[in-house]
């Protein structure tokens, strides 16, 4: 499959060592992520092998739970891995989501970040594109070409990204709307975007 990798369905932190994850901020980006491995890999042994594509989905500072909750939902069912720029408007945590009915928690690879400059350490020694969804664009995003190491940034639903998140994104890209009308919900968004991203590197799921 084009674009797609195997690799382990690493799931969420748990509590434990969500705790301990939190600190990343004062640690090394290195450790961080050795740690960060190894903790997901500790609590998700038993996950089952899982296709994921390349391509990757964040959520900058999310502040209403059910479009996170959705937004998870899309990544478990298209095999997409998750990231959640913290802080969140609600809490994050495995116990927080499962109370909130996340029935497909355990099928999702999500991976926290406590701040947007721990988030940005991770991307750019993993040498990913930033590619921010946004309504403050010109550029058209079925226009756009999107790769394997792009991650698709979408804004928290009140206002956005700030202009630090703008400029540190390699493309700006918009959905384009009718006059007038302020945004898409931010799920809707986001299954427009990784849609499309997706049926270009042919990122899709296969079937059978
Ligand atoms: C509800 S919107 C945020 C609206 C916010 N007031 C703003 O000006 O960005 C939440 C997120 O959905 C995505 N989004 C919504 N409509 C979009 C569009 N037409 N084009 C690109 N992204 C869009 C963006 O990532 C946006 O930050």
Redesign the pocket.
């Known amino acids: 499959m084009g674009g797609a990798i195997r690799r382990r369905s690493i799931g969420t932190l748990a509590q434990g060592a969500q705790a301990r994850y939190r600190t990343d901020d004062q640690e090394s980006h290195k450790r961080f992520t050795r740690r960060n491995i190894s903790l997901q890999t500790q609590v998700h042994a038993a996950a089952a092998e899982a296709v994921l594509s390349a391509m990757r989905i964040a959520l ?1 500072q999310p502040d209403i739970a059910k479009n996170t909750g959705t937004i998870l939902r899309l990544a478990a069912c298209l095999g997409v891995e998750a990231h959640i720029v913290e802080p969140a408007g609600f809490p994050t945590s495995d116990r927080a989501f499962r109370r909130a009915g996340m029935d497909y928690l355990d099928r999702v690879s999500l991976v926290r970040h406590a701040s947007w400059q721990a988030f940005e350490r991770w991307r750019r020694d993993a040498k990913l594109r930033l590619v ?6 010109g550029h058209n ?1 079925l226009d756009h070409r999107y790769a394997p190491d792009d991650v698709l ?9 700030p202009p630090e998140v703008h400029a540190a994104s390699d493309a700006r ?5 009718q006059p007038g009308l ?5 799920a809707m ?2 299954a427009m ?1 990784l849609g499309e991203a997706l049926r270009q590197i042919g990122g899709f799921p296969r079937l059978g």
Not at 132 to 137: C, D, G, I, S, Y
């Open positions: 900058y921010l969804l946004t309504t403050q664009a995003y940034l979408f804004g928290r639903e009140s206002s956005g990204v890209l918009i959905i384009p709307m302020r945004s898409i919900n931010v968004a986001c975007a």
